[in-house]
């Protein structure tokens, strides 16, 4: 499963654009109404919305030969979450990956994530870190194991581990939309809970649509 493009609301355009254009360093084009960041084959697009409570989640796929690099980059433009005193962080079992977190934008928490499933993926030629796709979107909703069989049904995505009542990912190492009860902490924080918000992904899979709470829904 890829996900092609996430949608969401930000309180200052201006403000969204200067950070995904100066702290990870994405190719973003600025409207006066639209904010389109290119990510890998995928794409974040962000248009201005209301202030909303909790924070939207999102993580980058890099090449694990860019992990390295990538922290590095980061350390210097904006402050990374720590864990038992480290910034790199180990993903869950059966995930085989490390990862960075920061926050951006309406406190949205951010993710570089190397996965050894991407070990073919060449590193970034440039100074930069060159991202391979939005390999995750998190969603808060009100049932997760209600809402993994309607992904099950709608688009044949299948649930990924952990498989738990308040937190399961849907999809593959390509791409994961992370299900979880609306006041689930986001890891590695201590109270950022799911975005009360609009939410839009588009994902590669069977043609359809499905609406998994008022504010988030999911398309291919």
Request: net charge negative; glycine share 10%; aromatic share 8%.
């Amino acid at each position: 499963m890829r996900i092609r493009e996430v949608a969401v609301s930000t309180t200052d355009l201006d403000a969204a654009a200067d950070f995904y254009r100066n702290v990870p360093a994405f190719p973003v084009t600025a409207e006066p109404d639209l904010v389109t960041v290119e990510v890998g084959f995928s794409r974040l697009v962000l248009r201005r919305g209301e202030r909303f409570e909790g924070v939207h989640h999102l993580a980058f796929g890099i090449s694990p030969d860019d992990f390295e690099p990538a922290r590095t980059w980061l350390r210097g433009r904006v402050e990374l979450l720590e864990v038992d005193g480290s910034d790199a962080i180990d993903g869950p079992p059966g995930w085989d990956s490390r990862s960075v977190y920061f926050r951006g934008p309406d406190g949205i928490l951010l993710e570089f994530i190397a996965r050894q499933a991407d070990a073919a993926a060449p590193a970034s030629t440039g100074d930069t870190p060159r991202p391979l796709s939005i390999s995750e979107v998190g969603i808060g909703v009100p049932d997760v194991e209600q809402a993994v069989g309607e992904l099950g049904k709608t688009f044949g995505l299948q649930p990924f581990t952990p498989r738990l009542a308040s937190f399961t990912p849907v999809g593959d190492h390509e791409g994961l939309v992370i299900l979880v009860d609306p006041e689930r902490v986001w890891f590695p924080t201590r109270d950022d809970r799911p975005a009360h918000a609009p939410v839009r992904v588009r994902i590669d899979a069977p043609a359809g649509g499905l609406d998994l709470t008022a504010a988030a829904r999911i398309e291919a």
